[in-house]
């Protein structure tokens, strides 16, 4: 079964940076759609960026856009955060769509202050 490890949270003042890694277990196919999402407390799951990984499309919520930058290298996923803000405090999940079947991680937190 596929499995999803996400790394790289913790803790970072307003303006900082972090960069979440999501490491899988198998290949990576082109007809992949690789995701993060983040649990910000007391909201529901929200999508944040994702990534097709046959022609390379990616998507941002808006509230993310410039800041945030979603990237694939062999098989890991990454999403490079920058400009971080105490609203994007949450914890963050990893995601993959593979041939209609949906692959989480257990999630990291990021905390900003």
């Known amino acids: 079964h596929v499995q999803l490890v996400e790394s790289g949270g913790g803790s970072v003042e307003a303006g900082g940076s972090l960069r979440l890694s999501c490491a899988t277990n198998a290949a990576v196919f082109s007809d992949d759609c690789f995701a993060w999402f983040r649990q910000i407390p007391g909201r529901e799951r929200e999508g944040v960026a994702s990534?097709?990984?046959?022609?390379?499309l990616t998507d941002y919520v808006d509230s993310v856009k410039g800041r945030f930058t979603i990237s694939l290298d062999k098989r890991t996923v990454y999403l490079q955060m920058n400009s971080l803000r105490p609203e994007d405090t949450a914890v963050y999940y990893c995601?993959?769509?593979?041939?209609?079947?949906?692959?989480w991680g257990q999630g990291t937190q990021v905390t900003v202050s």
């Open positions: 990534i097709s990984i046959g022609n390379g």
């Open positions: 995601k993959v769509e593979r041939f209609g079947f949906r692959y």
